[in-house]
């Protein structure tokens, strides 16, 4: 079957009064965030309104003091959390990535933390390789519709002509008030971001042990600052966090499960890949002797 390279139909998205373009997403040692141009009469707490987010986190997450005002055309990096980005379902502004060159769906999955089915689906491909260039869809910014209509055009939205996503529906949803992604997660230590995830479900869940899998490693940018290690998997429901120990050099991880370990040559008879960086903090290569636990 010929690929897909996201050749779908340019997106408009209507609200019923405006039309919103889809964010380019960026990504720093923070975490990720899109950007906006501040227009004439906004303020903090009106930006804070689009973005579903509160002023102060905007504030802070730009090093900038909310006693003092914003300037027209001002630059802000806006994070996005598990209160106003979700990669699941397609209601929202789509927010989207610009594929770079040696960039596949794994390496972007592990860099931005998204299930690698759910990136399939949100993009209708049919296979893995990705053109350069392209628009892919990560996820979608929830937020008050109604704002984010009328403000979006001033901010650092991608180009309609410039991006080629799938068609989304017209009517969003509220998002549920959930707490922010760091309250969450923390990353006080060099097991990593998720260790604060694998606690919780290890209370609700049964234990599950393997011991030196075959895996495989594939490169990813995250978790050389940040902590966040990411793993593909068999068997293992997407969004587990499963503990990786090394029994070479006693080191312990812990790390997000993408998704399943795509089919292919270089993933015969693997049970698992894990991320460049986790590969790199347990000391081990291919070859390493590691366990597995996770609950379920």
């Given at each position: 079957?010929?690929p897909?390279?996201?050749?779908?139909?340019?997106?408009?998205?209507?609200?019923?009064?405006?039309?919103v373009?889809?964010?380019?997403?960026?990504?720093?040692?923070?975490?990720v965030?899109?950007?906006?141009?501040?227009?004439?009469?906004?303020?903090?707490?009106?930006?804070?309104?689009?973005?579903?987010?509160?002023?102060?986190?905007?504030?802070?997450?730009?090093?900038?003091?909310?006693?003092?005002?914003?300037?027209?055309?001002?630059?802000?990096?806006?994070?996005?959390?598990?209160?106003?980005?979700?990669s699941?379902?397609?209601?929202?502004?789509?927010?989207?990535?610009?594929?770079?060159?040696?960039?596949?769906?794994?390496?972007?999955?592990?860099?931005?933390?998204?299930?690698?089915?759910?990136?399939?689906?949100?993009?209708?491909?049919?296979?893995?390789?990705?053109?350069?260039?392209?628009?892919?869809?990560?996820?979608?910014?929830?937020?008050?519709?109604?704002?984010?209509?009328?403000?979006?055009?001033?901010?650092?939205?991608?180009?309609?002509?410039?991006?080629?996503?799938?068609?989304?529906?017209?009517?969003?949803?509220?998002?549920?008030?959930?707490?922010?992604?760091?309250?969450?997660?923390?990353?006080?230590?060099?097991?990593?971001?998720?260790?604060?995830?694998?606690?919780?479900?290890?209370?609700?869940?049964?234990?599950?042990?393997?011991?030196?899998?075959?895996?495989?490693?594939?490169?990813?940018?995250?978790?050389?600052?940040?902590?966040k290690?990411?793993?593909?998997?068999?068997?293992?429901v997407?969004?587990?966090?499963?503990?990786?120990?090394?029994?070479?050099?006693?080191?312990?991880?812990?790390?997000?499960?993408?998704?399943?370990?795509?089919?292919?040559?270089?993933?015969?008879?693997l049970?698992?890949?894990?991320?460049?960086?986790?590969?790199?903090?347990?000391?081990?290569?291919?070859?390493g002797?590691?366990?597995?636990?996770?609950?379920?």
């Open positions: 079957m010929r897909i390279f996201l050749s779908l139909i340019i997106l408009t998205t209507h609200f019923g009064f405006g039309q373009s889809p964010l380019e997403i960026q990504k720093s040692a923070k975490g965030y899109v950007q906006h141009k501040v227009a004439p009469k906004e303020n903090w707490y009106s930006v804070g309104r689009v973005y579903f987010i509160s002023p102060k986190e905007i504030a802070s997450y730009n090093d900038l003091s909310m006693e003092k005002g914003l300037g027209i055309s001002q630059l802000l990096n806006i994070p996005l959390t598990a209160a106003n980005f979700t699941l379902g397609a209601s929202g502004t789509p927010v989207v990535y610009k594929v770079k060159q040696k960039e596949g769906l794994i390496k972007i999955a592990a860099d931005f933390g998204v299930d690698i089915g759910q990136l399939r689906k949100l993009n209708q491909l049919s296979s893995d390789n990705l053109k350069v260039g392209s628009m892919l869809v990560l996820g979608h910014l929830v937020s008050n519709s109604s704002s984010l209509a009328s403000a979006v055009s001033t901010s650092t939205a991608v180009s309609a002509p410039a991006v080629v996503v799938p068609a989304i529906a017209a009517t969003p949803q509220q998002p549920a008030k959930t707490n922010d992604a760091r309250s969450q997660y923390s990353y006080r230590s060099p097991t990593g971001y998720f260790l604060n995830v694998f606690q919780q479900q290890a209370a609700q869940g049964k234990e599950q042990l393997m011991e030196q899998p075959a895996f495989g490693v594939f490169k990813s940018s995250s978790g050389w600052q940040d902590g290690y990411y793993v593909l998997m068999n068997g293992v997407p969004g587990t966090v499963i503990k990786l120990s090394s029994n070479k050099t006693d080191k312990t991880i812990y790390a997000k499960v993408l998704g399943a370990v795509p089919q292919g040559k270089e993933s015969e008879g049970v698992l890949r894990i991320s460049n960086a986790a590969a790199s903090i347990l000391g081990v290569e291919n070859d002797a590691i366990g597995v636990v996770w609950y379920n």
